[in-house]
T-cell receptor
Framework: DAKTTQPPSMDCAEGRAANLPCNHSTISGNEYVYWYRQIHSQGPQYIIHGLKNNETNEMASLIITEDRKSSTLILPHATLRDTAVYYCIVRARSGNTGKLIFGQGTTLQVKP | GAGVSQTPSNKVTEKGKYVELRCDPISGHTALYWYRQSLGQGPEFLIYFQGTGAADDSGLPNDRFFAVRPEGSVSTLKIQRTERGDSAVYLC????????????FGPGTRLTVL
């Protein structure tokens, strides 16, 4: 599975958009980009995933560059409850066990 | 519906003791994963079950760790002769087992070995 690089920490003002970047320059053609987050003392929570098209759901939007070497998770209107560690993970969805390989993630602090 | 549940939520034991941690996956999910998370780190994969069988146990750190899933639903992670270095949060996740499946995590069991 490809390795990802994320900034260790970011701040965001409450009500503003939070844009979390992720580099995955060695991603393979069959690998998807997944985002999870982990709020303090809880298990990781699935947010969104995508292959090459931009994706949006009720939680966030995922923008993947055309060359697929990087992506951005967008929380359109961050709230204090969005303070968490955000993990960007790439993995194939077939041909392997599906295990997730977590890095250090980005600690997002939403400030009032 | 109900999510992944794990019991106990906290476990304190003494060095050298045996512990069992339980995971109840989402109903109908055939795939089940165990991860371990040390303080300040991301979760690390331990073992993956597809049905009753362990399809990938490459993440188990040594032979003191063992996991079972006898009926393809509930799973138990067993740790023998616990060491202080085993202290961590043990996370369980399940997925539908179908192609293109998403893993859903439980709240974890915090294990402290004194």
């Amino acid at each position: 599975d490809a390795k990802t690089t994320q900034p260790p920490s970011m701040d965001c003002a409450e009500g503003r958009a939070a844009n979390l970047p992720c580099n995955h320059s060695t991603i393979s053609g069959n690998e998807y980009v997944y985002w999870y987050r982990q709020i303090h003392s809880q298990g990781p929570q699935y947010i969104i995933h995508g292959l090459k098209n931009n994706e949006t759901n009720e939680m966030a939007s995922l923008i993947i560059t055309e060359d697929r070497k990087s992506s951005t998770l967008i929380l359109p209107h961050a709230t204090l409850r969005d303070t968490a560690v955000y993990y960007c993970i790439v993995r194939a969805r077939s041909g392997n066990t599906g295990k997730l390989i977590f890095g250090q993630g980005t600690t997002l602090q939403v400030k009032p | 519906g109900a999510g992944v549940s794990q019991t106990p939520s906290n476990k304190v034991t003494e060095k050298g003791k045996y512990v069992e941690l339980r995971c109840d996956p989402i109903s109908g999910h055939t795939a089940l994963y165990w991860y371990r998370q040390s303080l300040g780190q991301g979760p690390e994969f331990l073992i993956y079950f597809q049905g009753t069988g362990a399809a990938d146990d490459s993440g188990l750190p040594n032979d003191r760790f063992f996991a079972v899933r006898p009926e393809g639903s509930v799973s138990t992670l067993k740790i023998q002769r616990t060491e202080r270095g085993d202290s961590a949060v043990y996370l369980c996740a399940s997925s539908s087992g179908l192609r293109a499946d998403t893993q859903y995590f439980g709240p974890g069991t915090r294990l402290t070995v004194l």
